[in-house]
């Protein structure tokens, strides 16, 4: 049984992200952030698929302990745990940045909570240029409230859960920025799942 408060992202959920996540970014060699970590399974799928380094954060002790177990088992090179609320470690400054960020935090952890938590990612400059941020929420909570630098790329269901998908497209995000992006991309470029069919909007 997984430890208290944690919720393991199912099979048919992760084979479903890592399909979508390969087709449109290279894992070789990436830094992945895993928060709300649990059992560990996004990020160590990661690094069983190219990753360079995962830094996986769980607040739970016993779910951390059971990482990094895990981590041990498998051999994977590139691993780190952190044991610790997401919130306290997302205050620091990375010494580099990452380049695919998965969060699958509580079904219960508030809005507001989760607000700061992708803040925090920008603020704190946690994202590469181009970084992908993966969030995974119960199809009846509200969509996540991204800051202004991270465009929404998708949202996609998998029966009681939702996983919606932002790019970072850097700190200076704003009117100037989303012009370019527009003249760039062409016509509907930032209609986000409206130009994915695979996609089902929530």
Known sequence: MPPRGTRPTSERVREALFSALEAMFDLDGARVLDLYAGSGALGLEALSRGAGHALFVEAERKAADLLRRNVADLRLRGAEVRTGAVAAVLAETPALPYD?????????????????????????????????????RSVRSADPEWPASLTVLRSRRYGDTAVHWAEYVGANAGAGADADAGADAGPGADSGAGNDPAATGS
């Open 100 to 136: 695919v960020v998965f969060a699958d935090p509580p079904y219960a952890l508030g809005e507001a909570e989760l607000r700061d938590v992708l803040a925090r990612l920008v603020d704190r400059r946690w994202l590469a240029a181009g970084a992908v941020v993966l969030v995974e």
